[in-house]
């Protein structure tokens, strides 16, 4: 008969094996630490340009809403909002009102979407449904929603992804009646001479400083007239590449060995890598698999529809593919500085990390008790619930969630928003170059 203690260290040999066992598989589902080498090399002279153009009101049809408008450094490089004003908006941040002198015509139907790391060469898919992605079989080398009408000459997806704000009435362009730009717009001239875009890049060489920097930065601009609207986006997403590189939070140094986590962020890490099941998705350095995913948010404002439909429905990635299996699905965002760019979703529903959390855990249940106070929208006369308020709409958006449930405990919501922290890159929120004080164009600057 074998003793006791014999027993019991046998117990204690095969829980030290398990033990070994779970943190060796946990080890091996950790991402690499992010190098140099996983970023593309922007110049910083192109980048200081960009910068300018970022904080500039002059590309906005009515010359009043700059990029920094909807994605401010202030703001984890969104704008604090669930859903934006862009266009007939005043102040900024959680202080923008709707311009009651130029009303807006609706709300910009998704969140904000934060801005770090977009120089990580692993992105080949931008905005929530990805209606931009890299696609080397196309001339311009990129899909898009223009097709084959989409110009060269776009240094990245990046640069490519800036043609859509100054073309949209509510975020940049202003509407019909308004300005040149906004006229070309809804005319359907958008390249080429007296396009929209060609329309923003006269008003940009017309600008003497902006003139000379594009002919010492870039070799084949002589002068303002050889400005492209394509050169302005290039300089713009230099400037976003370099400004929020993040690569040196905690979970950096906690990668790289030099650094350990809190006790309670350690915890929340053993379960994003295990149980919670969190980094199936939200995998590799960026916490991203870059997939499309239904995740039962709850809609919020306008939708996504086109001009001859009435309904306020985000069907997401189905948009862009026509596939019903990517009916509600939607990108998967990175998790870098994610404690600073709420609200969180797609429509922004939720302001309480830690109850998106909760709620993203178990999304048909979430889906079910949403509590509309977690929404930030500033006070505007537009029916903001119509899916919320139809049952079947609620129906359909549960219905095509597309993972199984986790139980989670409160601690362990709290541990999990514990490890999000660790994510959270100081350097990288402040940015490198930071907020001019003046532009060029002597507009003002968006700054709270």
Known sequence: MLSKKWGDTMLKIFVGILLAVGHAVLAAELPKPLTDDDFRLVSKEEAALGQLLFYDPLLSGNKEVACATCHHPDFGTGDGLSLSIGDGGKGLGLNRVVDLDNMPEQRIPRNAQPLFNLGAKQIRALFHDGRVEVDAARASGLRTPLEDEMVSGFASIISAQTMFPVLSGDEMAGHYSENEISQAVRQGTLTGKNGAWDLIAQRVGSVSKYADNFSEIYAHINGPNDIKFTDVSNAIAAFMEFEWRSDTAPFDMFLKEQKTLSITAKKGLDLFYGVGGCASCHSGALLTDHEFHAMGQPQVGPGKAARFQSHAR???????????????????????????????????????????????????????????????????????????????????????????????????????????????????????????????????????
């Open 314 to 448: 985000d069907e997401g990635r189905f948009r862009v593919t026509g596939l019903d299996v990517d009916k509600y699905a939607f990108r998967t965002p990175s998790l870098r500085n994610v404690k600073l760019t709420g609200p969180w979703g797609h429509a922004g529903a939720y302001s309480d990390l830690t109850a998106f959390v909760a709620a993203h855990a178990d999304p048909r249940a979430g889906l079910t008790n949403y509590n509309r106070l977690g929404i930030v929208l500033p006070q505007f006369d537009v029916a903001d619930w119509r899916i919320m308020d139809d049952p079947a709409e609620v129906a359909a958006i549960s219905k095509a969630v597309s993972i199984d449930p986790v139980s989670l405990s409160s601690d362990e919501v709290s541990a999990l928003v514990a490890f999000l922290g660790s994510l959270t890159d100081t350097s990288a929120q402040v940015g490198r170059l930071g907020v001019p004080k003046s532009v060029p164009s002597g507009l003002a600057v968006p700054n709270p």
